[in-house]
């Protein structure tokens, strides 16, 4: 049995997931796991600017950030070991992603590595993506490599994150990809109603829908590429957020990217799931919104797919979860980014691997 603590920083900005795992393999290749204990650290103000406007430091105080950041996240994952009783072999740390420009060949999650391992006393796997990127792929996804080794039971995998991501098993192996925003625009438009987050949906239940607003969505330039294909926070506020104007009610904004959102997940799934197994695994905080749920289960119509939304503890940490794993398999030398995910030339095994 291996012990590994995920530590998971969305694009979203909701928050820190923490989350102790036991893995095992019983049979080569065959893997089983389960969270032991978990929880999530909301970020004071202060630490919440500092990473929502990372990306406009100069490149001194963003160095300088990487390493207080990581120093941050080591000693949160230590308390966290003492808190639980559970001592992890290492440390997977997914880190916050501060630019991811595939095209232009990098991706960058703040966060050091070093730090964090010299903090916590433990070995530490980060910088998950650089491996890929380097091999000509997207970066992203990579959690299908440990979706299909952990979740065998399910066909499609819907992560309502900062970004809603599609994994689907299809014949010839694996399809992934960044869909639209998800929780990154939808927390947005919560906070100009004084909300972090819409809970339930309700705000958006409250709007009304957006005709110009929804054609003017479906022309995002991004929605024309085919898979394998990712979104980082650029390709956000640059194509999606100035569509977002104070002109409209943020209820009838929210209500309106809801129905947007479930439409274009729908879209591409009966685009290129037709072969997939039709039992979709949806997780992420995305999940709890009962307006989006209720958006997809309606825009799928009669197409036979099963939408099953799992316990609030592998909603919330999925993710966390799943970066434990891929942590694990770096630690192991085992590929964990998948080259049928992210267009890359190759499988790799990415993560940079830092000791106490």
């Known amino acids: ?14 928050g ?13 290749g065959t893997w089983s796991g389960h969270i032991v204990a978990a929880r999530t650290l909301t970020y004071d103000a202060s630490m919440d600017r500092r990473l929502r406007f990372a990306h406009l430091l100069s490149g001194r105080e963003l160095i300088f950030l990487h390493s207080e950041y990581g120093l941050y996240l080591g000693e949160v994952a230590r308390a966290f070991m003492e808190e639980s009783g559970q001592y ?17 060949g990098f991706t960058f999650q703040l966060g050091s ?3 964090i391992a010299k903090a916590c006393g ?5 910088d998950f993506r650089s491996s890929d990127v380097a091999a000509g792929g997207q970066g992203a996804p990579l959690v299908p490599a440990g979706e299909q080794a952990l979740f065998p039971e399910y066909g499609s995998f819907l992560n309502l994150g900062g970004m809603a991501n599609i994994t689907l098993r299809v014949s010839e192996g694996l399809k992934a990809w960044d869909v639209a925003p998800a929780n990154y625009v939808l927390n947005r438009l919560a906070a100009a109603c004084g909300k972090p987050f819409d809970e339930s949906g309700r705000l958006a239940a409250s709007g009304k829908y957006l005709a ?18 990712s979104l980082g926070a650029e390709d956000v506020e640059k194509q999606f957020l100035p569509l977002l104007t104070t002109e409209h009610r943020p209820e009838d904004m929210l209500h309106t990217y809801c129905r947007h959102l479930a439409g274009r997940v729908a879209a591409e799934l009966k685009a290129y799931g037709r072969k997939a197994i039709k039992r979709i695994l949806v997780t992420g905080g995305g999940a709890h919104n009962t307006f989006l749920m209720q958006c997809l289960v309606d825009a799928l119509g009669s197409e036979g797919y099963q939408v099953e939304v799992p316990p609030p503890l592998l909603i919330n940490f999925k993710e966390a979860f799943v970066f434990a794993f891929l942590g694990l398999l770096r630690w192991l030398g085992r590929p964990n980014s998948l080259a049928l995910a992210t267009g890359a030339k190759t499988d790799s095994s990415g993560g940079a691997v830092y000791l106490p």
């Open 1 to 14: 049995m291996y012990t590994v603590l995920g530590l998971m920083s969305g694009t979203s900005l909701d």
């Open 212 to 229: 110009s607003l929804a054609l003017k969505l479906e022309e995002i330039p991004y929605y024309r590429k085919a898979p394998p294909k």
């Open 16 to 28: 820190l997931d923490l989350a102790i795992c036991h893995f095992e393999e019983p049979t080569p």
């Open 122 to 126: 433990r070995p530490v796997v980060c």
């Open 88 to 104: 992890p072999d290492l440390v997977a740390s997914h880190g916050h992603t501060v630019y991811h420009e595939p095209a232009r």
């Open 113 to 115: 590595g070093a730090h």
